[in-house]
């Protein structure tokens, strides 16, 4: 791929080890890469990158760098423009069906 800006051209080059995701498997299965070896490797990926976090983290002696932080708390307040709130929620209504001709 080519990308010219005015006079200058910059080639660009995409990564041969990071296949497409509608490119064929590099394993030669002949399967898109997306049904074939992506799930594994994202894993590796993800397995690489928590050793990287843990070995961080271990060398810098900080043991709350494992932790996640809590999620935060759910909105208790209800948005004024939708009203209140039924604690039953919907209910049957006692109407009765109309049923004859016209």
């Given at each position: 791929?080519?990308?010219?800006?005015?006079?200058?051209?910059?080639?660009?080059?995409?990564?041969?080890?990071?296949?497409g995701?509608?490119?064929?498997?590099?394993?030669?299965?002949g399967?898109?890469?997306?049904?074939?070896?992506?799930?594994?490797?994202d894993?590796?990926?993800?397995?690489a990158?928590?050793?990287?976090?843990?070995?961080?983290?271990?060398?810098a002696?900080?043991?709350?760098?494992?932790?996640t932080?809590?999620?935060?708390?759910?909105?208790?307040?209800?948005p004024?423009?939708?009203?209140?709130?039924?604690?039953?929620?919907?209910?049957?209504?006692n109407?009765p069906r109309?049923?004859?001709g016209?």
């Amino acid at each position: 791929m080519t990308v010219e800006y005015g006079w200058e051209q910059e080639v660009i080059v995409p990564d041969p080890a990071a296949p497409g995701r509608n490119n064929p498997c590099h394993c030669g299965s002949g399967k898109k890469y997306k049904n074939c070896c992506l799930d594994k490797d994202d894993a590796k990926a993800r397995k690489a990158r928590a050793q990287a976090e843990a070995a961080a983290a271990k060398e810098a002696g900080s043991a709350e760098a494992l932790k996640t932080p809590p999620p935060a708390p759910k909105q208790s307040t209800r948005p004024p423009w939708k009203g209140p709130q039924n604690p039953r929620g919907f209910q049957r209504l006692n109407i009765p069906r109309r049923s004859g001709g016209s």
